[in-house]
């Protein structure tokens, strides 16, 4: 369904499935643009309902609601990977998506995903299937510890996940993920972590934001900053990796590759964690610090037109507001030169990400608390 299509002109309407603020944040992108948008989302207060032309409030296995949602759009994407795989399929039998539904049965599974990344000669954390406590414990004699164990399909923001200290804490680990299908990673003592934001065109050709570091509070990420504490040898590295992933996958739109910067005995290596298939809070610097978007990169991409080449304008920091840290939107909107993004969620329950805020400078030190 993905060939010959003809690139959209203002007036069209982009159907993405998922309804938080990463599409809110792609209708408003389109609408610069003079794109409509069509959100799709089982949940009645989606954010993005807000601010798109228009909605669908109904579940991904609604084939009747799926069916006509796709008579309404020129063209379908997504803004949250764990879209099931059904969903993607029976949309791109009638609508263009992109990106391609192949690229989440690699990104949907952390085992199949590692795998692929080491095909291409790009290392990851060193890593074992699991699905027993039999191989569990094969996989800690194996890697040994500390190590990580992690359930294979839906995990984020460190839900699904589990450290194991010494090898006596397996089985308990196991049953803590609820003894799902795992994947046992070496634990990694990063020096960093970063992140490559990348879009890839219908035409092939890819444009990536400078590489950023993220730091992360209790497995949400709290801050995002550009440029990242690396040499900018290693910065360029990291976006040749994120490249080589794109090409690979045939990837339409834009993608994040997030890394850990390891100093192995005073030489930096790259090793890639997860591949995200979507716009990522790591690149929500783009909005205000950069002459173009990752989400209007994203729209771009997936409406056929060219990528833009963005230019950063200074040195950057991301900060997320989680839960009650948005209610202090009065004192961040009186801030001088602070810009402010609310996603318009009801109740700000802890760990829900509520807004965040952006703040440039000449002088990355002074923005570092
Ligand atoms: P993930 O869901 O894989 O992105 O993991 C969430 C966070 O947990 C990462 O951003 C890291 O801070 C941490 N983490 C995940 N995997 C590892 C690992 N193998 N070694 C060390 N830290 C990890």
Known sequence: MNKKLPVLAPGATIGILGGGQLGRMLALAAAELGLKCHIYAPEMDSCAFDVSAAQTCAAYEDEAALAKFADAVDVVT?????IPAATAKFLWSRKPVFPDPSVLETTQDRIVEKTFVNRLGIATPKFAAVDSIATLKQAVAGIGTPSVLKTRRLGYDGKGQATIKRAEEAEA??????????????????????????????????????????????????????????????????????????????????????????????????????IAPRVHNSG????????????????????????????????????????????????????????????????ARAGRKMGHVTRITKDTESIIR
């Open 78 to 82: 997504y803004e949250f990977e764990n």
């Open 173 to 274: 680990a196991f049953a803590s993920i609820g003894s799902a299908p795992s994947i046992l990673e070496q634990f990694v003592p990063f020096r960093r972590e970063v992140s490559v934001v990348a879009a890839r065109g219908r035409d092939g050709k890819v444009v990536a934001f400078d590489t950023t570091e993220n730091l992360h509070r209790d497995h949400i990420l709290h801050k995002s900053r550009v440029p990242a504490r690396m040499p900018d040898a290693l910065g360029g590295q990291a976006i040749v990796i994120a490249t080589k992933i794109a090409e690979a996958l045939n990837y339409v739109g834009v993608l994040a590759v997030e890394m850990f910067v390891l100093d192995e005995s005073g030489k930096l290596k790259l090793l890639v964690n997860e």
């Open 284 to 347: 929500h610097w783009t909005m205000d610090g950069a002459t173009a978007s990752q989400f209007e990169q994203h729209i771009r991409a997936v409406a056929g037109w060219p990528l833009a080449k963005p230019r950063r304008l200074g040195n950057v920091e991301m900060t997320n507001l989680i839960g009650a840290e948005a209610n202090d939107w009065e004192k961040l909107a009186a801030e001088p030169g602070a810009c402010v993004h609310l996603y318009g969620k009801g109740e």
